[in-house]
């Protein structure tokens, strides 16, 4: 069975950081592109980042470049989701996805049964305010 553990979320200052960290299991995690989805309170899903199976290219939304970083370590099984200069607007809960093979580079989705993830995380809850 698939499993996504999220964990590292919490209440920070605006320009503060955290980092999200995803523990995967039920696959071989190290064969499969990876993503951080997230949702803002009253809002529909968005894409943040994704990185491929070898962590050795990564992409960001351009709400995000600049100050996330996606990055994995497949010997663990985890990826990880390095958020500095928090803003306001990154309220939300963020959800690790595993990607189905090739659909790495479909990122306008709109919905979860649109796009090309097939396994989520239960998410995890990320509140930037003073």
């Known amino acids: 069975e698939v499993q996504l553990v999220e964990s590292g979320g919490g209440l920070v200052q605006p320009g503060g950081s955290l980092r999200l960290s995803c523990v995967a299991s039920g696959f071989t995690f190290s064969d499969y592109d990876m993503s951080w989805v997230r949702q803002a309170p009253g809002k529909g899903l968005e894409w943040v980042s994704d990185?491929?199976?070898?962590?050795?290219?990564?992409s960001n939304a351009d709400s995000v470049k600049g100050r996330f970083t996606v990055s994995r370590d497949n010997g663990k099984n985890v990826m990880f989701l390095q958020m500095n200069s928090l803003k306001a607007e990154d309220t939300a809960v963020y959800y690790c996805a595993k990607i189905r093979r090739g659909g790495r580079h479909y990122r306008n989705w709109e919905s979860a049964s649109d796009s090309p993830l097939d396994a989520w995380g239960q998410g995890t809850l990320v509140i930037v305010s003073s």
């Open positions: 990185i491929n199976s070898g962590g050795g290219d990564s």
